[in-house]
């Protein structure tokens, strides 16, 4: 991938991350928060196909998604930040179902986005629960 694919898929995955927020806070179904990000999409350099993955994605595993970093979290889910949450669910499914991404490329960018969106310490704890994920769903890439 080029710098500026790179870049495009980072770009889908902020505005995934604002997508998925946006669905929890408004209790909103992805179709819906798909149509409010419309205008954003056109005008927007990113990878749109990526974008539409991801958040149909999140919604369609979202009980499997939620089930599998819940292990690793040292709190209940409910005291997730709407923030973290959004993250961890986006990270999760790429951990899970997009085996084509190395582990270590979804855990920088699941903290680049908490360090973006997150409270102040967001980033360490998001790290800390993808890389316990990470090692339950990648063990083969983990291992080398």
Sequence with gaps: MNKQQIRARQRARELAVQAVYQSIMA???MVEVEAHFQPVIN???MDV???V???KGVEANLQEI???YTPYLDRKPE???PVEKSILRLASFELIFCPDIPFKVVLEEAVLLAKTF???DSFRYVNGVLNQLAGKVRVYEKAK
Excluded: C, H, R, V
Aim: neutral net charge.
């Design 43 to 45: 005008k927007d350099k």
């Design 27 to 29: 209790n909103q179904p």
């Design 118 to 120: 997150g409270a102040q």
């Design 53 to 55: 993955k991801l958040i």
């Design 79 to 81: 005291e997730l930040s």
């Design 49 to 51: 196909s990526y974008f």
């Design 66 to 68: 939620d089930t599998a």
